[in-house]
């Protein structure tokens, strides 16, 4: 009966932290001053980059010890190879986030292909599962969440209904994009079961993430670490299936089909959500 109520207890934490992934801002306070914010957050993460390093041997962050190379110094002097730094610029603010490719995905152990959609693009739907910490201060990270079940999700903003899948905060789209591939679904009669799937790090200033609203489950400019497994994804998704995937409409061409409104009938609906323009 405990056994029950456990798994009762994950399905709804799982459940609620999928809507809370959905609300892409969380609640704003208003005249709040993100710019300010990222450059805490910069320093927070700059920081906590040299407070730990990759454990190899349990593909996971540990504290900093004698011997081992920081993340810092991982990112510095390129030894690992695995760890980049991501600078992406959102809402005119400047932001630097950061992945560790764990394993790319997408190849057999004889390199042979076994997901040939290649890397998701910032505007793909993706089946992943994840592993939340909160990075409460520069050398403590603590656990939010782990969830289990594999879950749709889009990378790309959408309105939040039951229509349309959860879309996912900005620091996934730009951390997944160009850096995982899927892997090959060998299901057979229980749960959803991939192998060789694309696994990463995500570290994520508060920005990219819930910002200054938080949600039920995390707190307000909260910086975040995931561990993602990417088990499949949908190339060229097309929100409002009218036949032109979503990243391609992209009408003034500058990578982001999240500011494109060419319909003066409908000047508040994105292009790659009006099915009237293609
Ligand atoms: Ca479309
Ligand atoms: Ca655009
Ligand atoms: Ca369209």
Redesign the pocket.
């Given at each position: 009966m405990n056994k029950i109520k456990n798994i009762l207890a994950l399905v709804v934490l799982s459940i609620t932290v999928l809507y809370s992934c959905g609300d892409n801002n969380g609640i704003q306070v208003n005249n709040f001053d993100h710019e300010a914010q990222a450059l805490i957050d910069n320093d927070s993460l700059t920081q906590f980059l040299k407070n730990y390093y990759f454990d190899t041997s349990v593909d996971s962050i540990k504290p900093i010890t004698a011997g081992k190379t920081s993340l810092a110094d991982d990112l510095a002097n390129n030894i690992s190879g695995n760890f980049k730094e991501i600078k992406v610029k959102e809402n005119d603010i400047d932001y630097s986030m950061y992945v560790y490719v764990i394993e790319e995905g997408g190849k057999d152990a004889n390199n042979n292909v076994i997901n040939d959609k290649g890397f998701p693009t910032v505007m793909d739907s993706i089946l992943s599962t994840y592993q939340l910490w909160a990075i409460s201060r520069t050398d403590t990270i603590s656990l939010v969440e782990t969830g289990t079940n594999p879950f749709w999700l889009s990378l790309g903003p959408t309105p939040n209904s039951l229509d349309f899948a959860n879309s996912s905060i900005r620091g996934w789209a730009y951390g997944l994009k160009g850096n995982l591939n899927g892997g090959k679904n060998i299901t057979s009669n229980g749960p959803i079961t991939y192998e060789n799937f694309g696994r990463c790090i995500l570290i994520i200033p508060s920005g990219l993430a819930y910002r200054n609203g938080g949600t039920t489950t995390i707190g307000a400019n909260q910086n975040l670490l995931f561990y993602i497994n990417l088990y499949d994804l949908v190339k060229d998704t097309?929100?409002?299936?009218?036949?032109?995937?979503?990243i391609n409409?992209d009408a003034n061409g500058d990578g982001d089909p999240r500011n494109d409104f060419s319909d003066d009938n409908n000047p508040a609906t994105p292009d790659?959500l009006n099915p009237n323009i293609k």
């Open positions: 097309d929100h409002d299936n009218d036949g032109v995937a979503s409409e790659y």
